[in-house]
Nanobody, 116 residues
Framework: QVQLVESGGGLVQPGGSLRLSCAAS????????MGWYRQAPGKQRELVATITDGGSTNYADSVKGRFTISRDNTRNTPSLQMNGLKPEDTAVYYC??????????WGQGTQVTVSS
């Protein structure tokens, strides 16, 4: 079973930046897409950004122009560059790797808090 571990979260002031990374416990095969999701207190988990194996990206409207997803080709996992952070970006961020036929792998999450 593959385990994913996110890192890079923390406390940042509004307007600041963070870069989230995701590490896998072993090699992942059959990747179809990967992405980042987030869950704020009292809210459902929501998509932040995804990137397909072919490199196509998709972003939530709320983060377009501020966040950039990329693929770490060494780790075969997604990274997320977050600029212009807002208090409403505060959430636990999860990395997700979709594979076929093995299915989805999720990390345990990393807390991002945007506050002055």
């Amino acid at each position: 079973q593959v385990q994913l571990v996110e890192s890079g979260g923390g406390l940042v002031q509004p307007g600041g930046s963070l870069r989230l990374s995701c590490a896998a416990s072993r090699g992942i095969f059959g990747i179809t897409s990967m992405g980042w999701y987030r869950q704020a207190p009292g809210k459902q988990r929501e998509l932040v950004a995804t990137i397909t194996d072919g490199g196509s990206t998709n972003y939530a409207d709320s983060v377009k122009g501020r966040f950039t997803i990329s693929r770490d080709n060494t780790r075969n996992t997604p990274s997320l560059q977050m600029n212009g952070l807002k208090p409403e970006d505060t959430a636990v961020y999860y990395c997700d790797v979709k594979t076929w036929p093995a299915g989805n792998y999720w990390g345990q999450g990393t807390q991002v808090t945007v506050s002055s």
